[in-house]
């Protein structure tokens, strides 16, 4: 082996020292918008990610393009809000809605909250953004009280985002749910929209 191929640690940290430094990465950026019919497919991806793979959502079916079509017609039709939050390529990369809490008449102020993120979108401040702007519409939709059933274990970043947000804590369910073989609890939170 001739010298001018051995190692030279010199030779190596000039190289380095030469190297163009990588580009900063892009700030992280989404839009949030009123759900279209165009991202049902893409909510239906994220929402089964969390059926098959936890325990923050109860369901053990997985949504199918019809219920789910069929769900987001029903939330239009009582003028609340279905957001989306893009990137800025378009990419669905999360969802938030409200729902009725109960069918009966004297429940119509008060509304459930959802929201749930794709995998590779979480812990950039996504939910925050979601909530905030959910919370924001459903005031304007007429909403007066917006209860979280969040479950009890795997669900933590969800509580903390919503005590951020002034939901306060109302109750604890113990043994609600059974899935992937354990009993699972819920925590209630409640806000009131002034």
């Given at each position: 082996?001739?010298?001018?191929?051995?190692?030279?640690?010199?030779?190596?940290?000039?190289?380095?020292?030469?190297?163009?430094?990588?580009?900063?990465?892009?700030?992280?950026?989404?839009?949030?918008?009123?759900?279209?019919?165009?991202?049902?497919?893409?909510?239906?991806?994220?929402?089964?990610?969390?059926?098959?793979?936890?325990?923050?959502?109860?369901?053990?079916?997985?949504?199918?393009?019809?219920?789910?079509?069929?769900?987001?017609?029903?939330?239009?039709?009582?003028?609340?809000?279905?957001?989306?939050?893009?990137?800025?390529?378009?990419?669905?990369?999360?969802?938030?809605?409200?729902?009725?809490?109960?069918?009966?008449?004297?429940?119509?102020?008060?509304?459930?909250?959802?929201?749930?993120?794709?995998?590779?979108?979480?812990?950039?401040?996504?939910?925050?953004?979601?909530?905030g702007?959910?919370?924001?519409?459903?005031?304007?939709?007429?909403?007066?009280?917006?209860?979280?059933?969040?479950?009890?274990?795997?669900?933590?970043?969800?509580?903390?985002?919503?005590?951020?947000?002034?939901?306060?804590?109302?109750?604890?369910?113990?043994?609600?749910?059974?899935?992937f073989?354990?009993?699972?609890g819920?925590?209630?939170?409640?806000?009131?929209?002034?």
């Amino acid at each position: 082996m001739s010298t001018t191929e051995e190692y030279d640690p010199k030779e190596a940290l000039r190289r380095a020292r030469a190297r163009r430094p990588d580009p900063p990465e892009a700030p992280f950026t989404a839009e949030v918008r009123d759900a279209v019919d165009a991202d049902v497919p893409h909510i239906l991806e994220i929402y089964n990610h969390y059926v098959a793979n936890s325990t923050v959502t109860f369901d053990e079916d997985p949504w199918t393009l019809a219920e789910l079509r069929e769900k987001l017609e029903h939330v239009r039709k009582l003028g609340y809000p279905w957001l989306v939050a893009t990137s800025p390529t378009g990419q669905v990369l999360g969802f938030a809605y409200v729902f009725p809490w109960k069918q009966k008449a004297a429940y119509r102020y008060t509304v459930e909250n959802s929201i749930y993120l794709g995998p590779a979108a979480t812990g950039k401040g996504l939910g925050s953004l979601l909530l905030g702007e959910l919370l924001d519409r459903a005031r304007a939709a007429g909403v007066k009280e917006v209860l979280a059933v969040i479950a009890d274990h795997g669900a933590d970043a969800s509580l903390r985002l919503h005590e951020r947000y002034g939901f306060k804590k109302v109750g604890e369910m113990g043994k609600v749910g059974f899935k992937f073989g354990r009993w699972l609890g819920t925590v209630m939170m409640q806000k009131h929209l002034k």
